[in-house]
Nanobody, 122 residues
Framework: QVQLVESGGGLVQTGGSLRLSCAASGRTFSTYVMGWFRQPPGKEREFVAAIDRWGWSRSYAVFVEGRFTISRDNARNTLTLQMNSLKPEDTAVYYC???????????????WGQGTQVTASS
């Protein structure tokens, strides 16, 4: 089992950057695939990015590719999402999740953080 806590959200102007972190408890962090999801206001939660257990393979949603970078540090039990060139449509609650495969489906992720708000203003 793993517990996840996100941090780093906030208010940023269009074109700005934010770095989200997800701290994981327990000794099993390196056994999980990790992902970031987001839920925009009034919409369903959607996939943003995923990274495999060793940090070798990454996948991204089309709408963030080239702007966001997912990374992990297994020694520090930390997952990171570097977000650049933020747009108003990136406004959402961002969640980190631990799962079994680098899938875009929420069903493949077993553990979730509480979320952190990101607001990009125009």
């Amino acid at each position: 089992q793993v517990q996840l806590v996100e941090s780093g959200g906030g208010l940023v102007q269009t074109g700005g950057s934010l770095r989200l972190s997800c701290a994981a408890s327990g000794r099993t962090f390196s056994t999980y695939v990790m992902g970031w999801f987001r839920q925009p206001p009034g919409k369903e939660r959607e996939f943003v990015a995923a990274i495999d257990r060793w940090g070798w393979s990454r996948s991204y949603a089309v709408f963030v590719e080239g702007r966001f970078t997912i990374s992990r540090d297994n020694a520090r039990n930390t997952l990171t999402l570097q977000m650049n060139s933020l747009k108003p449509e990136d406004t959402a609650v961002y969640y980190c999740a631990a799962g079994r495969s680098t899938s875009q489906s929420e069903a493949e992720y077993d553990y979730w953080g509480q979320g952190t708000q990101v607001t990009a203003s125009s």
